[in-house]
């Protein structure tokens, strides 16, 4: 049955790229590119995702009247492949803008492809802080909240524990880095008593889970910070209840209420862990239910959080299509900078100032239901809460 | 204390699972001598299948059945995948099944997508096996204890197995001499065919074996693969008692690395593999390679320069290639510079793996180095473009110099997996050193200056460079140098006794190889206008090798023409279909079995069927020289 849905969803992308290249003249066309062959766990629901939004686009009279066709590449998780794919999109098929990509380094690649080329470019998912600020251009917006946002909203939640020996457990790259730091930053400016007693930084996709819960445990914190997702979390997560490491200690995980990473805990989900997320069952805005119904309609699935940022990915570029009335980049920046649309978690707006959505994310505790790991407790936090002071954005952020 | 056991256990048990999956490419390699890229895939299909049994039958007998049951059906394709494939690229060139084994690769990891979902899985614990027991306050999980308790006992059936039986005789004879077995008269092929059968039996167990304590993704496959690879290496190629060795070797070593050096884990293993081969060149366990008795000379036509009628048809083609900007856009310009970029890698391996018999796994670390070499410049001293790409390519030349230095001290697979370590050790310092090379988010706006700027001034750029390239190895090869470097390929105790000093040769070869590599990575700075540290990475070197491979590695034009088929292939395919690994592994499996001897071997032969009259002389050389297998 998977493998057949499966089938069908690839015909249908090869479908929309045959589309794509026979669309006419009038037609609006946006390229996007992301980790299809390297990442289907979250790809799949982001294709759904789109794939949902362009269709409600065009059933409710495309972009003023014109048709939007979206031209879909993947990067196979390496830089270079996406400028290639980036290149192909700008030069051949002359899309209007840019947009997608997961992973933090292509965000990046694809973001200085844009500024040399000067293409509007709207990144999906990519976190690092680097894109909209350290390393932002005015071609680059971003619709994820961003590493930073996260870290805040779990600094909340998290500086109110009593605990105050920490330890962190984060891949070594840059996003867990980055993570790490933020979070680290944040919380020992709201607890100066905070003790960071170890940290352990396994390689992405690698980690050898019983030693790394074996030393977080000698170091005997009351607290930790767990950064690492997908396979990582599973067989830290397994390690970790095995080994008692979680009894009696507070966790607090980034991402690990999303369903992509949630899901396959399955009975292994470990109990009251403060985790940012999207549980998608409780979510009770009429925005929501909209996008839920519709969705579970289309696919008789039920969405992941790639599905809500795919989603929103192309509702955000045609919004900001509509409102520049024309496929001119200056007034596609014109348009965005500020711009305000719903979304399924409610109103966001791309600021002005750094280019960096207020969609936010939710908030709760990880629980378990027959058998099944959920979010509870959760609540929106609204990304424009979780930034830093408008000064502050100026001084992080170069001069265009 | 109790703390310092139960780490020490729990490494054990990290060793058990490696040693597993290690051990199968240990026996393959050293019986069959091929290089099995695909092990980490038959692991990954393990773990796949057992997850379908075990979820499918409950209770003990079904779980342990079930991983049985899996491991054994993965061995069964293990067999097909031998007869069918394999058997007949035994008598390719050497290296020639790594190209095979890499197709296949690539279909299971699209393949593993399409039947079992995107989804991460995790399967069930292992009935009995489900809890921990306590050790003086510390909680070591009982399939832990499960784990350090089996390593050993396959170590000890396999002992068993290769001392007490005819068939493990035949083994270790085989993995001593083969050509000898096979003089006494030992059918080979079932001899090979049950030698990959148990190989793959364990790399399917050790990825049964996983299904209590990880997720069953389709990305396990490269994640365990350079690893075990490495064991295997560590512990001496066909040694089982060495892989067991190595592996709680690297897995204590990690276990307690991380204690002190939470970050060691990243390159720990690759570290470990390069201090042991530069003291010990065959490995703990491992002795010197018998000699090959290859014939001298290649099983191919002997090498010769183009004749005058080639040169010209190869300038049309260069003209023709120069003319693109006339009637091609700016999207194919682009690629097209890409391509020329990789013909100049390409043909910088080849120069090292056909002329001088080295294959390097690690060729990206200089393309990387060579590319950081122009950012460095560019971002920091902020020189002008030309000045970037003359000196950043010294960057590639330096670190050849210096790893090259010890990498010729070892020949073979040796060879290869010390340069592998080296340019996992370049990688890891270009992901770790944030401050100057900006870790994984690399450095950006290294963008060509403005008179290289629009893709067609980039792209006639970038083809003059390879065509100057390409003829200037192409003149190396048929230089005095390239007759002596040749010589230390085809016999090295020869070529000393007529004076060649063998490990200055190849150390020269070498550095060319790798400055030349450096323009290409220097060139691609600028083309992409930004560097990661995936340009050096092990998937860029492995990207190389195929196109070598494919070309043909006893050609002297297989890096130009495999480069332009494997790279605008690949880009093709991505761009085209979501299913481009699959497609691209059934293709470069398709060119395994119908073109043995890579694209340009292939046309090679056919128009050497084709001349009806060779002329008088070179009829005798003219002849393909049977290998003395």
Known sequence: MRARSYFVGAAFALLAAGMGHSALAEDIKIGEINSYSLLPSFTEPYRKGWQLAVEEINAAGGINGKKLVVVSKDDGGKPADAQTAANELVSSEGVAMLTGTFLSNIGLAVSDFANQKKVFFLAAEPLTDAVTWAKGNKYTFRLRPSNYMQAAMLVEAASKLPAKRWATIAPNYEYGQSAVAVFKKLMSEKRPDIQWVDEQWPPQGKIDAGPVVQAVAQANPEAILNVTFGPDLVKLVREGNTRGLFKGREVVSFLTGEPEYLDPLKDETPEGWIVTGYPWYSIKTPEHDAFLKAYQAKYNDYPRLGSIVGYQTIKAAAAILAKAGSTDTDKLIAAAEGISMPSPFGEITFRKIDHQSTLGAFVGKTAQKDGKGVMVDASYKKGSDYLPSDAEVEKLRPKD | ?629
């Open chain 2, 1 to 629: 204390m109790a703390f310092y056991v139960v780490q020490f256990l729990t490494g054990l048990a990290s060793a058990a699972s490696l040693f597993l999956v290690a051990s199968g490419l240990s026996i393959i390699f050293g019986v069959t001598r091929i290089v099995n890229f695909a092990h980490g895939a038959f692991y990954m299909i393990g773990a796949y299948i057992a997850f379908t049994l075990t979820e499918r039958f409950s209770g003990a007998f079904g779980f342990w059945g079930g991983v049985v049951m899996a491991a054994l059906a993965v061995a069964l394709i293990g067999v097909l995948v031998e007869m069918v494939l394999l058997r007949r690229i035994y008598h390719a060139p050497e290296l020639f099944q790594l190209l095979g084994t890499f197709g296949l690769t690539l279909m299971v990891e699209d393949l593993v997508v399409l039947i079992w979902g995107p989804d991460d899985l995790v399967g069930r614990r292992a009935p009995g096996f489900k809890g921990a027991v306590d050790f003086f306050g510390q909680n070591i999980p009982s399939y832990d204890l499960f784990l350090i308790v089996l390593g050993p006992v396959v170590l000890g059936i396999l002992w068993l197995l290769f001392q007490r039986t005819r068939w493990g005789v035949l083994v270790r004879a085989a993995t001593q001499d083969r050509d000898m077995v096979a003089a006494l008269g030992v059918n080979q092929k079932w001899l090979f065919t049950s030698v990959f059968a148990v190989g793959v039996f364990l790399a399917a167990l050790g990825g049964a074996l996983q299904i209590p304590r990880d997720a069953v993704h389709h990305a396990m496959d490269l994640r365990i693969i350079v690893e075990v690879f490495v064991v295997v290496v560590i512990g001496g190629l066909g040694s089982i008692v060495g892989a067991f060795v190595a592996a709680v070797l690297v897995s204590e070593l990690n276990a307690f690395g991380i204690l002190i050096f939470p970050k060691i884990s990243i390159i720990l293993v690759f570290l470990v593999m390069a201090a042991v081969l530069i003291v010990r060149p065959w490995g703990l366990f491992g002795k010197p390679e018998a000699a090959a008795r290859k014939t001298p000379g290649l099983s191919v036509n002997p090498w010769r320069p183009l004749t005058s009628n080639e040169r010209l048809a190869s300038l049309a083609a260069l003209v023709i290639a120069a003319l693109l900007p006339l009637f091609a856009g700016n999207y194919a310009l682009t690629v097209g510079s890409e391509i020329a970029i990789f013909v100049i890698f390409a043909v910088s391996l080849h120069f090292l793996m056909s002329v001088g018999g080295l294959a390097s796994f690690g060729h990206a670390a200089y393309f990387g180095l060579g590319a950081y070499g122009v950012a460095f410049l560019a971002k920091m001293a902020g020189l002008p473009m030309i000045v970037c790409l003359l000196l950043g390519p010294l960057l590639g030349c330096m670190g050849a110099a210096v790893f090259g230095f010890f990498a010729v001290q070892l020949s073979g697979v040796y060879f290869a997996m010390l340069t592998l370590a080296f340019a996992q050790i370049v990688w890891s310092i270009a992901f770790q050193w944030v401050s100057v090379t900006g870790g994984d988010n690399g450095i950006l706006g290294v963008w060509p200056a403005s008179w290289a700027a629009s893709p067609s001034h980039f792209y006639w750029l970038a083809l003059g460079v390879a065509a100057l390239v390409t003829i200037a190895l192409r003149i190396a090869v048929f230089s005095p140098f390239g007759y002596a470097l040749r010589a230390t390929r085809d016999s090295l105790l020869r070529s000393e006794a007529v004076g060649i000093n063998a490990k200055r040769i190849q150390w020269t070869a070498f550095v060319i190889a790798g400055t030349t590599a450096g323009i290409g990575g220097a060139l691609f700075a600028y083309l992409k206008g930004s560097v990661f540290p995936d340009n050096l990475g092990i998937s860029l070197s492995v990207d190389a090798l195929v196109m070598v491979l494919l070309g043909g590695v006893e050609t002297v034009s297989g890096g130009v023409i495999g480069a332009i088929v494997y790279k605008a292939l690949n880009i093709w395919l991505v761009s085209q279909t979501d299913l481009s690994k699959l497609v691209l592994g059934g293709f470069i499996v398709l060119i395994v079995v119908v073109f043995p001897k890579g694209i340009v071997g292939m046309l090679e032969m056919l128009a050497q069927r084709r001349r009806k009259s060779p002329p008088p002389g070179s009829s005798l050389l003219a002849k393909p020289i049977e290998s003395a297998e």
